[in-house]
């Protein structure tokens, strides 16, 4: 498979189950730093069945809010632009996932995207909603091969479970890995730089232009992974990027939990 092909296979990612308006909207808000959080919830407000999704998923344990929210308005008041941001993100990435066999990378993406949120907040980063999105989205490359070839993508996590890198594995079977595929759609989605960095180094955020927010992805990757097991990260790119994670064990099962409550709420608010 060539470069061409993985643009080709992207070209008819249209395949996938039509996005909701209110997503591509939402992805629009993230690419536009002029919009405003009031025209979010406008566009999200027009559609009664995501309204009433989101406003679960605003009104669950999760949150914990006091009191009950009944309008997208007072939950971006209450919980941020940025996390009602995450809520449609998340919300969005469900159905495009797991109708392509990929309820693993669905899930993998929501812990990792809950890991990068805490990190970012743990490292004292202003950007921590921004964060959660690159781990949302850093593995989508995976879907690219998903969608090329479903039998061949099962074979390489077949390898993967016997040990072998993801990446060679990858590479042995398409030629490329899910970095490379995932830059290429990050690029054909017109998605944010950032996104398109952490797509592409999250197995090498020192090479990143951007190493400090790759770096958190890429920590929050490795936080995530099954089997948990030490090293946690590689010497050379802790020692590259200058960052270390105290306490993993404590920090990944923070992470676990909160994932899993968040996995359910997705779970059980229906996609309209
Ligand atoms: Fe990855
Ligand atoms: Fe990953």
Request: net charge neutral.
């Amino acid at each position: 498979m060539t470069i061409k092909d993985v643009r080709e296979i992207i070209q008819n990612l249209k395949d996938l189950p039509a996005m909701p308006n209110v997503v591509v909207i939402a992805l629009e808000v993230i690419k536009n730093p002029n919009s405003s959080a009031k025209q979010l919830a406008n566009t999200i407000e027009n559609d009664h069945a995501i309204t009433s999704s989101i406003l679960k998923i605003v009104n669950s344990s999760y949150f914990g809010l006091a009191n009950q929210v009944t309008s997208i308005d007072k939950a971006i008041t209450l919980l941020g632009f940025g996390e009602i941001k995450n809520i449609i993100l998340s919300f969005a990435m469900k159905p495009m996932i797991s109708t392509q066999g990929g309820k693993n990378i669905w899930e993998h993406s929501l812990k990792t995207a809950i890991a990068s949120e805490v990190l970012a907040k743990k490292l004292g980063k202003d950007n921590s909603d921004e964060c959660f999105a690159l781990g949302l989205l850093h593995d989508m490359g995976k879907l690219v091969f998903m969608l090329y070839n479903t039998q061949a993508a099962n074979e390489v996590l077949k390898m993967v479970s016997k040990g072998v890198d993801i990446l060679l594995a990858e590479r042995m079977a398409f030629g490329f890995d899910h970095t490379i595929a995932g830059y290429e759609l990050a690029a054909h989605w017109r998605l944010p730089k950032l996104i398109q960095q952490a797509m592409k180094y999250h197995h090498r955020p020192q090479m990143s232009e951007q190493p400090e927010n790759v770096g958190i992805v890429y920590f929050a990757n490795q936080l995530v992974k099954e089997p948990f097991k030490k090293p946690y990260f590689d010497i050379e790119i802790t020692s590259k990027l200058r960052m270390t994670i105290n306490n993993p064990e404590e920090i990944r099962e923070e992470i676990l939990e909160k994932a899993d409550l968040l996995l359910k709420i997705i779970e059980k608010a229906e996609m309209p």
